[in-house]
């Protein structure tokens, strides 16, 4: 039984959908959650930035004494996950657009993808959708804009409105039945994509799928805590601590304790 804490990291608020999930899955184990809110968005930084920092990132986590990390950025995922592996002496659990269940979901067999340019960009997303050549027709939409906006609080206004009404309309008129929420920011539109479009758009999200696959490997890894455990969280941001405190009270209904903290960018950044 390990009572370390699991380190949660997002470049900002996007991976509170993904603790959301933890959190319900697996009430006995601590969460350290570390956004980079001074850095994102990442979808739309230079690809060498977004590893270079993500590994910074974890190496800070791993210090303040993690056990495992969740990379819960579809961005840094694609970008570093492999690096990740190579150089860090712990389970790490990344994510990906989940275009494999909104395919088996599909009816007309056309799924829109939204998610960051720099998710869409990268070769680990290259090979997920030549994996399903075949499947279905994928339509792929960069949400720009719409991290910034979520970053400030902001899920369901015109502005977020309007971008949302650009990504979703082709998919639309492509005959899309199935939508795939490719960042971990998204899901916190679900409410407003629900009021935009209906059911015409089912919504895939991973969030509870990768809860799963962190619990199989602290099972598989003997890093589980004990059942009995309370569970202690710390909330951390390179931006502004109040910020993150009042974004988690307003999205996840979660009084968190939070602190800001420095990760100087690496000299080369
Ligand atoms: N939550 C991140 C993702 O899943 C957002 C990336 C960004 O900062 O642009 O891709």
């Not at 067999?109 to 990268?122: I, Y």
């Not at 015109?158 to 082709?170: C, N």
């Not at 015409?200 to 602290?218: C, E, F, H, P, Y």
Request: proline share 6%; aromatic share 4%; net charge negative.
């Amino acid at each position: 039984m390990n009572p370390a804490p699991i380190g949660v990291f997002d470049s900002g608020l996007g991976g509170l959908s993904v603790l959301r999930e933890i959190r319900a899955l697996l009430p006995h184990e601590s969460v350290l959650y570390l956004a980079d809110s001074k850095y994102a968005p990442y979808g739309e930084k230079p690809e060498k930035f977004v590893e270079a920092r993500t590994l910074q990132a974890c190496e800070w986590l791993i210090a303040q004494g993690c056990k495992a990390l969740v990379i819960a950025c579809n961005t840094a995922t694609g970008h570093a996950v492999e690096l990740l592996r190579k150089q860090l002496p712990l389970p790490i659990i990344g994510v990906e657009p989940g275009l494999k269940p909104a395919a088996a979901a599909s009816r007309s067999k056309v799924v829109g993808v939204l998610a960051t340019a720099n998710t869409l960009k990268s070769a680990k997303f290259a090979r997920l959708l030549a994996s399903l050549d075949g499947e279905s027709r994928f339509i792929c939409e960069a949400g720009l804009g719409l991290v910034s906006l979520i970053e400030q609080g902001d899920i369901d206004g015109p502005a977020v409105r309007e971008r949302l009404d650009t990504y979703l309309t082709p998919m639309l008129e492509a005959g899309a039945d199935t939508l795939v929420l490719g960042c971990t920011h998204y899901p916190f539109l679900s409410g407003t994509i629900r009021a935009m479009v209906g059911d015409q758009l089912a919504l895939v999200d991973t969030g509870s799928a990768i809860a799963r696959q962190l619990a199989r490997k602290l099972a598989e890894h003997k890093l589980a805590a004990a059942p009995d455990a309370t569970p202690h969280d710390r909330f951390a941001s390179t931006k502004d601590a109040a910020h993150l405190r009042a974004m988690a009270a307003t999205l996840l209904q979660v009084e968190a304790d939070a602190e800001t903290v420095v990760i100087e960018p690496a000299p080369a950044l």
